[in-house]
């Protein structure tokens, strides 16, 4: 029978993971297997620079999480996974999808976003959406081209004015 000190550790990390995936608004499940230590570190100082994280919990731990927040991917908890905790929604997607591209061993799984769980299409599409930087970049082209468009006929307008009066 355990002990009570190591019931209440595992019922310490619980609440830990439960807190965790309560204040972040993405979740997203790994498989890291054959990853190197270096490779490790790498996507943890990427995480940390959007202040986002990565934890290996025991599976078990995680599931019972999960349950008590009605959530279930269980299928999914088998074998080495590992957690990327984002307080943002889309920063850490991408941080996970583009260094998954880059490392072979780093395999997206599925995810929970805003305390659904999502499939790895869902995922997919996320990461796909541009940054908000991208996006105001998007939209200032637009906006240019429109006061560009503007100034010329006002130009051509002026011009002719200007003939219609010689």
């Known amino acids: 029978m355990a002990s009570e000190r190591i019931i209440n550790s595992k019922k310490e990390v619980v609440k830990e ?9 993405s979740v997203i499940l790994f498989r890291y297997a ?23 919990y025991k599976n078990t731990l995680v599931k019972r999480a999960l349950n008590d927040m009605n959530i279930n991917i269980d299928e999914y908890l088998e074998g080495p996974n590992a ?3 984002g307080k943002d929604l889309l920063e850490p997607i991408k941080v996970i999808s583009e ?9 997206l799984v599925t995810g929970i976003i805003n305390g659904d769980a999502v499939s790895l299409d869902t995922i997919k ?9 991208g996006l105001l970049t ?18 051509l307008y ?9």
Do not use: C, W
């Open 17 to 25: 993971i439960e807190d965790k995936l309560k204040n972040s608004e």
């Open 34 to 56: 054959e990853s190197t230590v270096g490779d490790m570190q790498e996507l943890r100082k990427k995480l940390k620079d959007i202040d986002s994280e990565v934890k290996v």
């Open 83 to 85: 957690i990327v905790f």
């Open 99 to 107: 260094f998954s591209k880059d490392h072979d061993n780093v395999e």
């Open 125 to 133: 599409d996320y990461a796909s959406i541009p940054s908000m930087e």
């Open 138 to 155: 998007m939209f200032a082209g637009g906006l240019i081209e429109h006061v560009k468009n503007l100034s010329i006929a006002l130009n």
């Open 158 to 166: 002026a011009e002719k004015l200007g003939d219609e009066s010689n």
